[in-house]
């Protein structure tokens, strides 16, 4: 379908009144949008103004999953919300591009997180060698290779056709995913990201767990009068928020990516439509419910402003940024950052959608 054609549909369509079911999901969309837009251009833009912010160079890891998170925000989120609300694909061959903005972009948002969570674990696990070590140089080229890794297993596949299942469609509208490149990729791009992210992260706890103890002896030791019960019940409150906190990372992360993750290898694997049902497995979901999931996993771009960069620094500068003076505004915020505080105590401190159902003919996306 080329894009007079799609725009065509989309005039006659106008006309005819759109259904109100998708005029109200054209506004819960546009919503989400207008966030992920507002939350990650904030955090650039604090960082881009304030010397303090910019002088630590782990808001450089920020900054580059802000980039991200706001790219997906414009690159991608806004053509798919058009086909959403008009019930096809009206961009014609746009979709080809489009698809692989939307696989770089979320490959670089979930290979950032991959990449802030071992930055944090280095920082904590061994400060000293961490202060020596990292710098603006080093932080450049780490973001680089993410960037480039991003680029590779989006652009280079979809241009020469790998990722579909049968090459010869040159418009890009066939929805067959590839087996191999559905697997790679989604190694390369949530499961190894996510295995690491575990494993960093679990080892902050027990490091930060290790800290509270230690410090919560030598205080106990200190102060012989105090009940060594009361001392005890501030330890575990302590290291019962550091849980939370990293609890929340990598709760919202694996909640937002990991059912998309898991339908993006299963899907290619399912049968034709014309089989019968028997044969179809429980994987195997109908396109709309694919695209909820696709559209959670976009989310969580517009969540990572609040649980990476609302921190104090980050907090303080938000509020100048802002004007926000007053009382009710300054405990909203507060209220906000009170869950992910902790992580600054700890350690100083998509799916990317691969199918191309996302983006195919008309029939495929009325509903």
């Known amino acids: 379908m080329n894009n007079t054609t799609g725009l065509a549909l989309v005039g006659a369509r106008s006309r005819e009144g759109l259904p109100a079911h998708r005029v109200l999901t054209g506004c819960v969309l546009a919503l989400l949008i207008i966030w992920t837009l507002l939350g990650n251009f904030t955090v650039c833009a604090a960082v881009y103004r304030y010397r303090h912010l910019r002088a630590k ?134 499961y190894i990201p996510v ?45 019962t928020k550091v849980l939370k906190t990293l609890s929340i990372i990598m709760g919202v992360f694996v909640c937002c990516w990991l059912p998309f993750f898991i339908l993006n290898c299963a899907l290619p694997f399912c049968p034709g439509p014309a089989a019968p049902a028997a044969q179809r497995g429980p994987y195997c979901v109908s396109e709309k419910t694919f695209d909820v999931f696709v559209w959670i996993g976009w989310s969580n771009s517009s969540l990572n402003p609040v649980i990476y960069a609302f921190n104090a620094d980050f907090r303080d500068a938000f509020l100048r940024l802002l004007r926000c003076r007053g009382r009710g505004c300054l405990a909203a915020v507060s209220a906000a950052v009170e869950t992910v505080m902790a992580s600054n105590q700890a350690g100083n401190s998509k799916p990317h959608p691969f199918s191309l159902q996302r983006c195919t003919s008309p029939n495929m996306l009325n509903w």
């Open 57 to 190: 160079v782990t808001n450089v890891f920020i900054v580059s999953l802000a980039l991200s998170d706001l790219l997906v925000a414009v690159l991608v989120m806004p053509w798919k919300a058009v086909a959403e609300v008009a019930g096809f694909w009206p961009f014609g061959g746009f979709c080809k591009t489009w698809l692989a903005c939307d696989i770089m972009c979320s490959t670089a948002s979930i290979l950032n997180l991959c990449v802030i969570s071992v930055d944090r674990y280095w920082a904590i696990s061994n400060p000293f060698r961490y202060e020596r070590s990292m710098n603006r140089r080093v932080a450049s080229v780490i973001i680089g290779v993410t960037w480039t890794v991003s680029v590779v297993i989006s652009f280079v596949p979809v241009q020469l056709n790998w990722h579909r299942a049968e090459i010869g469609d040159p418009t890009g509208e066939n929805p067959a995913l590839s087996r191999t490149y559905a697997i790679s990729s989604s190694l390369i791009s949530f």
């Open 195 to 239: 295995a690491i992210m575990i494993v960093t992260y679990t080892r902050i706890y027990r490091i930060a767990q290790m800290q509270i103890r230690m410090i919560s002896s030598l205080e106990r030791a200190a102060e012989h009068a105090q009940s060594c019960r009361s001392d005890l019940k501030v330890s575990i409150r302590k290291e």
